[in-house]
């Protein structure tokens, strides 16, 4: 949980002196029961942890560039978005098992809140909605004699991420994995951002190999950002 993180920065900004008075010390009550009502759920197990690796290191391939993952996951994500047509018809259409993506669509209906956990060779961030809203919400101190609306463009915002991470192939946005009872399928949604016309959202579905580990064995390509 990150209740006992984001309360000691708090304090550390605030100071202790100053939220003794009662007026601040209200704030940080409605701050804490938030953050509590996020840590009940937040519940990622570490076998959904092992598939989102697995998923990650397959996205990877040969090269190992570093990323940044979002600290939020994908919930109600647009991947299912699909307006009239039946769960039967996109299980089919994306080579799903529609159980599986039944269950995927449940585990998904609340936001989850990644930690480090992935156990990745490459260097990746665990990136939070306060550093995507400094990046992509403020103006671009580059950019301050253009109007406010071309300093929030999505363009610079993505110069402000490469400003940042200079080294970061992206940003991906995981999802909840669903996993079949008898432990042995699952399904994956990962999206990847690199720019503001660059991205994809894939399924991935994965097995179980003879030594009992996750393996990728297929992916649905679901939307693509284009010109």
């Known amino acids: 949980c990150l209740l006992k993180k984001s309360l000691q920065q708090l304090f550390e900004t605030w100071g202790y002196d100053k939220l003794r008075s009662c007026r601040c010390l209200s704030l940080v009550i409605v701050i804490t ?4 009502s996020r840590c009940v759920v937040a519940d990622i197990s570490q076998e959904e942890y092992a598939i989102l690796t697995t998923v990650l290191k397959h996205g990877f391939g040969d090269t190992c560039q570093e990323v940044a993952i979002e600290e939020k996951t ?3 994500s647009i991947a299912l978005n699909t307006g009239e047509r039946p769960m039967p018809e996109m299980a089919e259409l994306l080579g799903i098992p529609l159980e599986l993506l039944v269950q995927w669509e449940k585990a998904n209906q609340e936001f989850e809140f990644l930690e480090d956990k992935f156990e990745l060779a490459c260097d990746y961030h665990i990136f939070s909605a ?4 400094k990046l992509f919400s403020t103006s ?5 004699d253009k109007s406010t609306s071309q300093s929030l463009s999505p363009k610079n915002g993505w ?3 490469k400003r940042e991470f200079p080294n970061s192939a992206g940003m991906m946005r995981l999802a909840k994995p669903a996993i079949d009872p008898i432990k ?3 399904l994956a949604y990962v999206e990847f951002d690199c720019g503001a016309s660059c991205g994809s959202g894939r399924f991935i579905l994965l097995n179980k190999n003879l030594e ?4 990728v064995s297929n992916g649905s390509l ?3 950002a284009t010109e």
């Open 33 to 36: 029961m938030q953050l509590l």
């Open 74 to 76: 994908s919930a109600g």
């Open 212 to 215: 009992d580990k996750w393996q």
């Open 184 to 186: 042995n399928e699952a």
């Open 130 to 133: 306060a550093q995507r809203s």
């Open 159 to 161: 110069r402000n991420f």
């Open 222 to 224: 679901v939307w693509m």
């Open 140 to 144: 671009d101190s580059a950019n301050s």
